[in-house]
């Protein structure tokens, strides 16, 4: 994994420093996905925007550390995660996809039952997801290049 | 208590897809295999189990079940509603799934990466199960969506040149179809500003739709979901599609997704919802009977095996169209008896060509020869089933199109009536051809010993074929046939009481 | 309403330019201006969320596509006789269904007078009943959760379906299958 | 009226594009853009007059009373169609990329092995 992969310095050093306010935009928007604008899906490809970032920027190198097994696995977590809350409804009042959480007070973080721990779970589901998805083409393309 | 069933409908087939991906990417291959084999064949069998028991209740208290998701009353939330209608579907989808499980423990040995085909695989079950049981308009388009976007990824699942190509056109086709079926929605929407089933057609029952706007979105809905039913101007994608994809997933292809995504919506929204104009059924009819003829024509001239029992789809399909298209009771349940038993029969036949690829490599029938002594169970199995296609008397394929013919000629359509005796004879002769060059003639293969689960799949299918036509006994006819056709022909009226 | 029209023909110019520019770089770039009109059409007609959801969404399916023109063919088109037939059809097609469509759009809601039947009841008793500020989010989570379950589950079918497109070899070879 | 036919017309390019190029990516890119037209229709049927800033999301300081409000249901059903358009999509390049492997090509026409 020689230096001179990925994009020019300038380019490296810019997403350097952008990465982490991308993530920070993309988890803010996850969190108030029930207050403002946005939510699961936004967040979700915020965030996988994020990292595609970084996997451009600094090429297959990048992918050491956030390899693309990894995604899998978050991936098939969120999802698991995301039944999980459908099924609590069902066991607890026996009504699937219940909110069992109550509403709460309105227009405060913790408010919308539901709705705050569903959006974690499909961001989780959607970043890992369509980042594994680029890395998948960029792996693919790369080697046919070869060939 | 059985309402509480519905969701597990969904939810085992779906939770058992994400842990197959879970374990699937985790644990090394040698540990995951047996392992994930167990998995998913439980979750298929819950799955039919599950489905069986929502099918008693329905055929015993002859209600209707309904459930509010999220315990939203329907028109805020979404409703599920399983009527007799949907029992056909919701149980053949199960049974086939199961079936094709069983089948693909060995057969896909062949393949790399098995727990991303299981994953898939599942997926497609949760998708026609909720697509069966669903009430609302946009939750049906969602899950058909699911479906069609699994089975995309399992049609090209060999990753070979023909395959890819064969998944590249039905990508094609089936993204235009769903988008025609989303602007239809939205018309509809537009119009009704109601994505409930019984509430659009409650409301349509009152203030009826223009002319102009009800041809066009007869028009839009017509064409999207005959598309997913391969009916005959837009069957292009399905010969590419089946023979490329292995061998369970076109038995479940022809068996059951081209009907729940493409018959069953057709029949729930032209007879159910809106009622279109006049001159719909007629064009649906000669469509059918289109279908029957060019399907069968096209058919006669292949040797590739697979590609035979492909275009032989399109011919059944068109049967299923006839049998609903001429909208008598008799009509309606002989075209359902013919979509269950096609489901079972053409499965079958698709499970017997897998088993033959698995055996000696080839899907062409010049190179086979001799097999009845090599492959004893598939060769008998696919003496059954060929024979019930054919429409010969003892097995299920032979009461359901005689039926169909009764229908015509009941209905006063001579002509079409005809046309099925013509072509269910040539479906004989084409697959007299079959029995002769693969299975008669001189032995080319050795004795070969296929995986148990395979060989257990071909007997059970083999038996339903001739416990399917138990269904023309009047006990069973009226529960099962009766009831979902009175559903069918009621129209509109049937939401009413809900 | 005009504002609306200007946007929607910027988006149609694009479609052209996309369909007829010969490189297929420039035909991607098109499609990301047709994209990210649509999101700003989209933020004006009140609906931020989706604004979001579909510029971002725009910005990925322009990586996903730039990554995929490496060939450096330039687009072939049908060209010669076959060429004009191909283009009549298509062109009677779309013109017929806009003769249809323009008949039957005149019976449906007329555009700023939606009859909200239904969502009447989302707005009155939405944050109430769930909560949420954001009425989209409830209808998405709450109300209709279950649509959403089908969707994510839609994501993780294209994700896996990527990764069995994509793997180098679909079939084993005959003899490590033992 | 117009806003709907335009939108409409918009479909009809999408078709036109597929149905008339011969390579792989344009034919993505008419899918793409059948996509937005749908898409936007439906939020079209939604939208309230001089409802630009009648958002469907209450505020704690509320301006807009509910109903002047936008329609919010075909926003969530929309949300779900963008997410389904880019599932397809990347569907459609993952397999192209594939086909490019084993064909070389992305013109549809040199790719015809089967016959349909």
């Known amino acids: 994994m020689n230096k001179n992969e990925g994009m020019s310095l300038i380019v490296k050093t810019i997403t350097r420093l952008t990465v982490g306010l991308i993530l920070l935009f993309g988890i803010y928007i996850v969190s108030r996905g029930h207050l403002s604008p946005g939510g699961g899906f936004a967040g979700g490809v915020i965030i996988a925007l994020a990292l595609v970032n970084l996997l451009l920027a600094y090429g297959t190198r990048g992918l050491k550390k956030f390899p693309l097994m990894a995604a899998e696995i978050i991936e098939t977590i969120g999802a698991l995660f995301f039944i999980l809350i459908s099924l609590f409804g069902l066991i607890l009042f026996g009504v699937y996809f219940y909110n069992f959480l109550g509403t709460g007070r309105p227009f405060n973080l913790m408010s919308a039952g539901i709705i705050l721990p569903a959006n974690i779970a499909i961001a989780l589901k959607v970043g890992a997801g369509l980042y594994g998805i680029v890395v998948a083409l960029v792996l693919a393309k790369s080697l046919m290049e070869k060939k | ?498 | 309403m005009t504002i609306f029209i200007i946007l929607l023909l910027i988006m149609i110019v694009g479609a052209l330019v996309a369909t007829y520019v010969r490189d297929l770089l420039s035909a991607v770039v098109s499609l990301g201006i047709v994209g990210l009109t649509q999101s700003v059409t989209m933020l004006l007609l009140g609906a931020p969320d989706l604004a979001i959801v579909q510029l971002v969404v725009e910005i990925l399916t322009l990586i996903i596509l730039i990554r995929a023109t490496i060939s450096k063919d330039i687009s072939a088109r049908v060209n010669g006789p076959r060429e004009f037939l191909v283009a009549a059809t298509g062109i009677f097609f779309v013109l017929s269904f806009l003769l249809i469509s323009y008949h039957g759009l005149r019976h449906i809601s007329a555009f700023g007078h939606p009859a909200m039947r239904i969502s009447h009841d989302y707005l009155q008793q939405g944050l109430a009943q769930t909560g949420a500020a954001n009425i989209v989010s409830a209808i998405i989570l709450n109300y209709r959760a279950f649509d959403t379950l089908g969707e994510a589950t839609i994501l993780f079918a294209a994700v896996i379906g990527v990764y069995t497109v994509l793997r180098e070899v679909g079939r084993k070879k005959s003899d490590e299958q033992k | 009226m117009v806003v709907y036919l335009l939108n409409f017309v918009l479909f009809g390019c999408g078709v036109y594009a597929l149905m008339t190029r011969k390579n792989i990516i344009k034919m993505v890119i008419g899918l793409s853009i059948m996509e937005y037209a749908v898409n936007l229709f439906f939020i079209f049927l939604g939208y309230k007059t001089n409802g630009q800033y009648a958002f469907p999301i209450f505020f704690s300081d509320q301006k807009i009373s509910f109903n002047q409000m936008v329609d919010p249901l075909p926003q969530a059903l929309i949300l779900t169609a963008i997410v389904i358009g880019l599932a397809t999509t990347a569907l459609f390049v993952a397999i192209a990329i594939r086909l490019y492997e084993k064909y070389n090509t992305f013109d549809i026409s040199r790719i015809r092995r089967l016959r349909g």
């Open chain 2, 1 to 498: 208590m059985n309402n509480n069933l519905l969701p597990l409908l969904v939810v085992i087939p779906l939770a058992g897809a994400f842990l197959t991906a879970f374990l699937g990417t985790t644990l090394k291959e040698n540990i995951h295999k047996k392992l994930l084999d167990l998995l998913v064949n439980l979750s298929s069998l819950g799955g039919l189990t599950i489905a069986v028991l929502i099918a008693t209740t329905v055929f015993n208290s002859r209600t209707i079940l309904t459930y509010n998701l999220g315990g939203w009353m329907w028109p805020v939330g979404i409703l599920w509603r399983v009527d007799a209608l949907s029992i056909i579907f919701l149980v053949t989808v199960n049974f086939l799934g199961f079936m094709a499980t069983l089948f693909s423990v060995g057969y896909m040995e062949k393949y790399t990466d098995k727990w991303k085909y299981y994953s898939l695989f599942l997926l497609l079950i949760a998708g026609m199960n909720t697509v069966s049981i669903t009430g609302d308009l946009f939750n049906l388009y969602v899950f058909l969506e699911l479906t069609t976007i699994a089975s995309y990824a399992l049609v090209a699942f060999g990753c070979e040149a023909d395959e890819l190509e064969a998944s590249f056109k039905y990508l094609v086709l089936g993204s235009i179809s769903s988008l025609f079926i989303l602007l239809a929605i939205a018309l509809l929407y537009g119009y009704t500003s109601s994505l409930n089933m019984v509430d659009i057609s409650r409301f349509l029952l009152n203030n009826r739709m223009p002319q102009s706007l009800l041809t066009l979105i007869t028009t839009l809905f017509f064409v999207g979901f005959s598309l997913k039913a391969a009916i005959v101007p837009f069957h292009a994608w399905l010969p590419d599609a089946h023979p490329s994809a292995p061998a369970p997933i076109s038995a479940m292809l022809s068996g059951i997704i081209i009907k729940v995504l493409g018959i069953y919506p057709i029949v729930r929204i032209f007879f159910n919802i809106i009622t279109p104009p006049a001159q719909f059924f007629k064009i649906f009819l000669y469509l059918g009977a289109l279908s029957m003829l060019v399907g069968v024509l096209l058919a006669v001239y292949q040797w590739d095996f697979k590609r035979l029992l492909a275009y032989h789809s399109i011919s059944q399909i068109g049967y299923v169209v006839v049998g609903i298209a001429l909208a008598t009771p008799l009509g309606v349940a002989a075209g359902l008896f013919h979509l269950i038993n096609h489901a079972v029969f053409k499965s079958l036949l698709f499970f017997n060509s897998g088993a033959v690829e698995y055996a000696t490599g080839t899907r062409d029938l010049h190179q086979m020869g001799g097999l009845q002594n090599s492959l004893p169970a598939t060769s008998g199995s696919c003496l059954v089933a060929s024979m019930s296609i054919a429409g010969i008397p003892p097995f299920n394929g032979f009461w359901s199109k005689l039926l169909i013919i009764l229908a015509a000629i009941q209905s006063g359509h001579y002509l079409i009536a005809l046309i099925a005796v013509i072509v269910s004879i040539i479906t004989l002769a084409s697959f007299l051809k079959v029995q002769k060059y693969a299975f008669r003639g001189e032995k080319k293969f050795g004795r070969y010993h296929l995986p148990v689960g395979m060989n257990l799949t071909m007997i059970i299918l083999a038996l339903a074929c001739l416990g399917f036509s138990l269904i023309m006994i009047p006990k069973f006819y009226t529960i099962i046939l009766d009831a979902a056709q009175q559903v069918v022909v009621a129209g509109p009226a049937v939401f009413s009481n809900l």
